[in-house]
């Protein structure tokens, strides 16, 4: 079983950066691949970005695409989500993934325009 505890989410204004890190349990993370994704008011769950479990392959939201970079450290067991340009639609619960099953509880980010 693996836990992911999300933190870094925040108010910011737009055009504004913050780094997500999702700190995982268990000693399978590595074998993970890792993502994020996120959950607007009143909309369904997106896909935001997704690294494989050994970092060769990253994917990203075309909406995030050249903003967002996902990266993880496997010795410290945490993904991260940096996130630059951040426009207020990117407003949302932003959640942590481990292996399609495993979900964190969210963190909270809110881009003011």
């Known amino acids: 079983q693996v836990q992911l505890v999300e933190s870094g989410g925040g108010l910011v204004q737009a055009g504004g950066s913050l780094r997500l890190s999702c ?8 074998s993970y691949d890792m993502a994020w994704y996120r959950q607007a008011p009143g ?9 494989t479990w ?12 050249g903003r967002f970079t996902i990266s993880r ?7 991260y989500l940096q996130m630059n340009s951040l426009k207020p ?14 979900w964190g509880q969210g963190t909270q980010v809110t881009v003011s325009s």
């Open 43 to 51: 909309k369904a769950r997106e896909f935001v970005a997704r690294m």
């Open 23 to 30: 700190a995982a349990s268990g000693r399978t993370f590595s």
């Open 73 to 79: 450290d496997n010795a410290k067991n945490t993904v």
């Open 89 to 102: 639609e990117d407003t949302a619960i932003y959640y942590c993934n481990a292996g399609y099953l495993h």
């Open 54 to 65: 050994s970092g060769g392959s990253t994917y990203y939201a075309g909406s995030v695409e």
